[in-house]
C-alpha cells in the first residue's frame, strides 16, 4: 500500500462521507468477507415507541405504565425513554424511584413506594425468579413474531403487565443489504433481541445469519467467534454495547447518530446517516487496495 494511493482514499472518502480514522483501516477492509451489523439504533431507527400496555393479574394499565417510567427514569436506554415518553401523556405524575440497579442487555430494577419493582427482557424476569404467566408470555410472543418487541414489569416479584414496543426499520436497510450481497458480502444480524424477533427482521431485510440474545459482554466474543471461523469482519454499529464488538472486528464501522464510546472504538465513522454508506466504505477500501498492487 503505497501512503499516496492511501491518502487519495482517506481524501475520498471525506467526500463520501465516510471518515477515515487510521489508515490501516483502510487496507484490513479490501478483505472483508462478512458484514456483521446491530438492530437497534443501526438497521432500525433507534427510536422505539410503545404500542400498547397488556395487564395482567388486577393492575391498570396507568398502574403499570407509572411504575414502570419511575423505574426506567435513570435509564439511558431506548426503551425507557420509550417508555417515560408513553407515560408522560398519560398518567400524568410519576412517583419517585431509589436504589436504580441497570443490568446492561436485560432491564432495570428500583424500589418505587416501598415496592420492588422491574422492567426488562423475559430473560431478565427470568434471571429474578419472576414467573411469566401465560397471557403475557403469548404477548411476548406475538409481539416477537411481528417484528415488535416486549418488555415486562413486575412488582414485588410478581409480573404485573408488559409492554410492546415497536422501532421502525430505516426505509433504505433493505437495499443496503441487497447491496452488500451483490458485492459478495455475507450479513449477520447481531442483536440483544430475542431469536424470534432477530429472525423475523433478518427475514424482512434479507440477512444471511443471525446472532440473537447476546448481551453486550457477548457482543465482541460474537465477532471473535466469526474471526477463528476464518472470516474477516466488519461490524456496524452505534450504541455502548457495541463499541467492544467494533474493536474487535477486522474494520468497526460507527454511525456518526451512535454514542462516543462506539465512535472512539470505530476505524471508520460513517458521517452519512445512510446505509449505503456502509458499502461504499468497503467498495472504497477495496478500489484504494487495488490501486496499489
Ligand atoms: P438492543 O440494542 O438490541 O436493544 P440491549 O442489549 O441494549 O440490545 O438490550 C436487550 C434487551 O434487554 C432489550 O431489547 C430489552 O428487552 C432489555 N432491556 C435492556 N435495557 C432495558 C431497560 N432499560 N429497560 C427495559 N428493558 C431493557
Ligand atoms: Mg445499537
Known amino acids: 500500500?503505497?501512503?499516496?494511493?492511501?491518502?487519495?482514499?482517506?481524501?475520498?472518502?471525506?467526500?463520501?462521507?465516510?471518515?477515515?480514522?487510521g489508515q490501516d483501516a483502510l487496507e484490513a477492509s479490501g478483505t472483508v468477507t462478512t458484514v456483521v451489523l446491530d438492530k437497534t439504533g443501526t438497521l432500525t431507527v433507534g427510536a422505539p415507541s410503545v404500542e400498547r400496555v397488556v395487564v395482567t393479574g388486577g393492575a391498570s394499565a396507568a398502574q403499570v405504565l407509572r411504575w414502570a417510567s419511575a423505574a426506567e427514569s435513570s435509564s439511558?436506554?431506548?426503551?425507557?425513554?420509550?417508555?417515560?415518553?408513553?407515560?408522560?401523556?398519560?398518567?400524568?405524575?410519576?412517583?419517585?424511584?431509589?436504589?436504580?440497579?441497570?443490568?446492561?442487555?436485560?432491564?432495570?430494577?428500583?424500589?418505587?413506594?416501598?415496592?420492588?419493582?422491574?422492567?426488562?427482557?423475559?430473560?431478565?424476569?427470568?434471571?429474578?425468579?419472576?414467573?411469566?404467566?401465560?397471557?403475557?408470555?403469548?404477548?411476548?410472543?406475538?409481539?416477537?413474531?411481528?417484528?415488535?418487541?416486549?418488555?415486562?414489569?413486575?412488582?414485588?416479584?410478581?409480573?404485573?403487565?408488559?409492554?410492546?414496543l415497536a422501532d421502525e426499520i430505516k426505509p433504505d436497510a433493505r437495499g443496503a443489504i441487497a447491496?452488500?450481497?451483490?458485492?459478495?458480502?455475507?450479513?449477520?444480524?447481531?442483536?440483544g433481541d430475542s431469536e424470534a424477533a432477530a429472525r423475523r427482521a433478518a427475514a424482512d431485510l434479507g440477512i444471511d445469519d443471525v446472532r440473537a440474545g447476546v448481551l453486550p459482554t457477548g457482543k465482541a466474543a460474537a465477532i471473535e467467534e466469526l474471526r477463528a471461523e476464518g472470516h474477516s469482519v466488519a461490524m456496524v454499529g452505534d450504541g455502548?454495547?457495541?463499541?467492544?464488538?467494533?474493536?474487535?472486528?477486522?474494520?468497526?464501522l460507527g454511525m456518526v447518530t451512535g454514542t462516543?464510546?462506539?465512535?472512539?472504538?470505530?476505524?471508520?465513522?460513517?458521517?452519512?446517516?445512510?446505509?449505503?454508506?456502509?458499502?461504499?466504505?468497503?467498495?472504497l477500501s477495496r478500489a484504494t487496495n487495488r490501486t496499489i498492487r
Request: aromatic share 2%.
Open 260 to 283: 462516543d464510546v462506539a465512535l472512539k472504538s470505530s476505524d471508520i465513522i460513517l458521517v452519512r446517516e445512510d446505509l449505503f454508506a456502509v458499502i461504499d466504505a468497503i467498495a
Open 240 to 252: 455502548i454495547n457495541d463499541a467492544a464488538a467494533l474493536a474487535a472486528a477486522d474494520l468497526g
Open 179 to 191: 447491496a452488500l450481497h451483490e458485492a459478495g458480502l455475507r450479513t449477520v444480524l447481531l442483536t
Open 76 to 164: 439511558e436506554h431506548a426503551v425507557a425513554t420509550a417508555i417515560r415518553e408513553h407515560a408522560a401523556s398519560r398518567v400524568g405524575d410519576v412517583p419517585e424511584a431509589r436504589d436504580f440497579h441497570v443490568t446492561p442487555g436485560l432491564g432495570v430494577e428500583a424500589v418505587i413506594e416501598d415496592a420492588q419493582v422491574a422492567v426488562g427482557s423475559p430473560a431478565h424476569m427470568e434471571s429474578l425468579g419472576v414467573a411469566v404467566p401465560a397471557d403475557l408470555a403469548a404477548t411476548v410472543r406475538e409481539a416477537e413474531a411481528s417484528g415488535r418487541s416486549a418488555v415486562l414489569v413486575a412488582r414485588e416479584g410478581a409480573a404485573v403487565g408488559a409492554i410492546v
Open 1 to 21: 500500500a503505497t501512503p499516496t494511493a492511501l491518502m487519495v482514499g482517506v481524501g475520498r472518502g471525506a467526500v463520501l462521507g465516510i471518515l477515515v480514522k
